[in-house]
């Protein structure tokens, strides 16, 4: 079977699955495992990590999120950690199912109080992916799985996205990105460029622009909500959702696993 038919035949399986409310209840603990990863590398500083963390609280606990988390049968697994050189992650949250505004409650204080492990090292993105995807291996079994990484650079540091996907487990998983334009127009189009060639994976994958640090937590609520309204994969996109700085679904490798 060929690279096309392969993502015929997983999507119409999800289709399926997610068509049938007790097939997917006896299979799957959730319907989505979704994993935030965030920028601490050198080029963010205290007050655009503050701004970044804060950002991420206030956006999981927005009234149309948690309607978003809460608004099906099957809860959402949810996970963050913070990301910057080689060898510098950090677990913000580990896994936990969502199936209660108390429980979003208690994940969003949990990330909103974190303090940064570090302060000082490059960018490396791959090694950030490679993580993700060693975490989602012990997430709780969902109907798809995601990670949604926030940055504001390039990989400098290691091996980059593209020997990740190659050499870490991400068979079935979607990542997507956010990213955070903090200079001039220009840079912002080459990040986003390189996001599009480098980071997002995988069908329907997107990117989310957040205009500076001080823009993070409505570009985060809008992209959490695309990601936990979409009700199948494939490519099929989620709400036309309003605002100043659109999702760019943007094409993206595939699922190479």
């Excluded at 049938?20 to 601490?40: E, H, M, N």
């Excluded at 798809?144 to 020997?163: L, T």
Aim: net charge negative.
């Amino acid at each position: 079977m060929g690279q096309h038919g392969k993502h015929r035949a997983l999507v119409g399986l999800a289709l399926a699955t997610a068509l049938v409310p007790g097939a997917a209840a006896a299979q799957v603990g959730c319907r989505l495992a979704l994993l935030l990863a965030l920028d601490i590398s050198s080029s963010v500083n205290a007050e655009e990590d503050t701004l970044q963390r804060s950002g991420l609280a206030s956006a999981l606990i927005a009234p149309e999120v948690q309607e978003a988390f809460l608004g099906d049968p099957l809860p959402v697994a949810l996970a963050a950690y913070e990301w910057s050189g080689r060898h510098r992650q950090a677990v913000l949250l580990d896994w936990v199912l969502v199936d209660s505004a108390e429980d979003l409650l208690i994940a969003a204080q949990q990330i909103g109080r974190s303090e940064r492990s570090t302060n000082n090292f490059p960018t490396a993105l791959g090694y950030a992916l490679g993580y993700g995807a060693t975490m989602l291996r012990r997430a709780p079994p969902c109907l798809w799985q995601v990670i949604d990484v926030s940055g504001d650079g390039k990989n400098n540091e290691g091996f980059g996205p593209e020997a990740a996907y190659r050499e870490f487990p991400f068979a079935g998983v979607t990542v997507n990105g956010l990213v955070i334009n903090a200079a001039e127009f220009e840079a912002e189009v080459d990040l986003i460029d390189y996001y599009r060639t480098e980071v997002l994976r995988g069908p329907g994958a997107f990117i989310e622009v957040a205009q500076g640090f001080e823009d993070y937590e409505r570009a985060m609520r809008r992209k959490l909500l695309r990601e936990l309204r979409s009700k199948a994969v494939g490519g099929l996109d989620g709400p036309d959702l309003p605002g100043p700085f659109g999702a760019l679904v943007l094409p993206a490798r595939g699922d190479e696993g």
